[in-house]
């Protein structure tokens, strides 16, 4: 089997968008990484894809959410390097419109990004066998995935919670459908059990500030001193929710976001959030969906690391 970049990026001792970068856009990396994610390909036997410019199907649920614009961006910057032309279709969290997109991109496009579907595995699975796909955040059978987890954060939340001194936990989940709300509320769970924090789950919610707003009489209701959002949209429509219901962040509630947005780290207090792979995670999916185009195809999921960046939003409990 030939090499792919993920191996060359594992061979150097880089991330795989590091190594992509080492052939899309080399001047953004240090002379020494570059030599070495060049002689790793070399010891492999690792050939670039081909140059030819391709149209690349782009499926999102929310532009508007924070988090897709910036993957969004960070698959067009990759996919510019190649010259290679993006059609996007926004679903609005509808999964008739998703699949009618799907249907028309497995036709019109040389390959499909889909980010976060809310398609079950089977109707990926379907689609994967007549297009090359790669999904965020979703796992098939016949298509490689980027998973921007938020596993290791969210331990690295509980750890934080607990030394604090807190000792009963809510989670705000986020759509029901969607595998990141699946995974984050179940390494959270399995976290706070390791740390014996009591967890409570209210939801779930749209993931936006309207649903953060919508969640926060159940978390004040439920007695928790601090709370873990889906993510940051949520944890500061649950803050100004709380504030209005004379709980204040970070005295009362202690509140943690996922995916460290921008909007984290100016708002006041600085939120603590779980910092993940969206930009590396955008810039693999490119390099992905054209190796499925140009070479064998692959099936494998290659997981991004995540990261809490505590802020003032966190404290010890009254």
Not at 100 to 113: K, M, N, P, Q, Y
Not at 172 to 199: F, K, M
């Amino acid at each position: 089997m030939s090499a792919t970049l993920t191996d060359v990026a594992a061979r150097a001792r880089v991330s795989p968008a590091t190594a992509s970068r080492a052939f899309n856009d080399p001047d953004r990396l240090a002379p020494a990484t570059l030599q070495r994610v060049r002689a790793a390909a070399a010891e492999l036997g690792y050939e670039t894809p081909s140059p030819a410019c391709r149209t690349l199907g782009v499926v999102v649920p929310d532009l508007a959410n924070a988090v897709f614009a910036s993957l969004l961006r960070s698959i067009h910057d990759q996919a510019w390097h190649g010259r290679h032309q993006l059609v996007v279709a926004h679903t609005n969290e509808d999964g008739d419109r998703e699949r009618e997109a799907l249907d028309r991109f497995a036709t019109s496009t040389d390959g499909i990004i889909v980010c976060s579907p809310r398609s079950p595995q089977e109707r990926l699975d379907e689609i994967a066998a007549k297009a090359p796909v790669v999904t965020i955040n979703a796992t098939t059978d016949h298509a490689p995935s980027v998973l921007i987890a938020a596993d290791d954060g969210l331990r690295q939340a509980a750890e934080h919670l607990r030394a604090l001194g807190h000792r009963h936990v809510v989670y705000v989940p986020g759509p029901q459908n969607s595998w990141a709300d699946r995974t984050r509320h179940a390494a959270l769970s399995e976290h706070c059990a390791e740390q014996g924090l009591r967890l409570t789950v209210v939801g779930p919610q749209s993931a936006s500030v309207a649903g953060g707003l919508a969640a926060a009489a159940s978390v004040v209701a439920s007695g928790a001193t601090a709370v873990v959002a889906y993510n940051d949209l949520v944890a500061l429509g649950v803050r100004a929710g709380a504030r209005k219901l004379g709980r204040h962040c970070p005295d009362d509630l202690s509140i943690i976001g996922i995916d460290d947005l921008d909007v984290a780290s100016v708002s006041d207090p600085g939120l603590t959030s779980v910092h993940v792979g969206i930009t590396d995670g955008g810039t693999l999916a490119v390099d992905l969906v054209l190796g499925q185009i140009d070479g064998p195809p692959r099936h494998d999921d290659v997981h991004m690391p995540s990261q809490l960046i505590v802020r003032d939003s966190t404290t010890t409990p009254a």
